[in-house]
């Protein structure tokens, strides 16, 4: 009797391991991408909240440029390390403010500021770590204002001759600056 050998064979033990290797580098590739791009999307979102907030500040003094104009208090700013603004006592939850006077506009201006810095709306998440917001209204009408935060790398070789821009917040590596230059109507 001949034993027939079958010309259909099976994986041999070496092509299953070379094939299992070659799969985990590809799953640990993908898992390490999926972590680069969680990182970058959470910069990307503290990036765009600062953009948001620094714009909601340009607004806020173009609105009540009299009153800024009028209380021009140099160079302010909000947030960490700085006295928490405390709400106007003419200005009501609801927004509605009566018999304010234009420092109150300026320092309700400020308050709402702070708080969208540390996002303590209601609902609200994901606000910046450890912001600062610094505003300048000179008297030709130039403003800036700048949003600093602090970021979870390091960062370093570009600098700024704008000193609102250079002192806003504490100086890090880690630092972070958003900052928009425009003149106001006087």
Not at 85 to 102: F, I, N, V, W, Y
Not at 139 to 158: C, E, H, K, M
């Amino acid at each position: 009797m001949q034993l027939r050998y079958s010309k259909i064979r099976g994986f041999t033990l070496i092509e299953v391991i070379i094939t299992s290797f070659i799969l985990a580098v590809g799953l640990l590739a993908v898992v390490a991408m999926q972590a680069v791009a969680k990182r970058s999307s959470f910069e990307t979102h503290q990036r765009t909240v600062a953009m948001i907030l620094a714009e909601d500040m340009v607004e806020r003094v173009r609105l009540n440029h009299i009153a800024w104009q009028a209380n021009n208090p140099a160079t302010v700013t909000v947030g960490d390390g700085q006295t928490a603004r405390a709400k106007p006592a003419c200005a009501e939850d609801s927004g509605l403010m009566t018999a304010c006077s234009l420092a109150d506009v300026v320092n309700y201006d400020l308050y709402h500021w702070e708080y969208g810095l540390y996002a303590k709306a209601a609902g609200a998440k994901g606000g910046l770590v450890k912001p600062n917001g610094c505003v300048l209204l000179s008297a030709n009408g130039d403003l800036t204002v700048v949003v600093t935060w602090l970021s979870r790398q390091s960062f370093s070789g570009i600098t700024s001759s704008n000193t609102v821009t250079a002192n806003c917040g504490a100086q890090s590596d880690k630092r972070r600056k958003m900052a928009l230059t425009t003149r106001v109507a006087s």
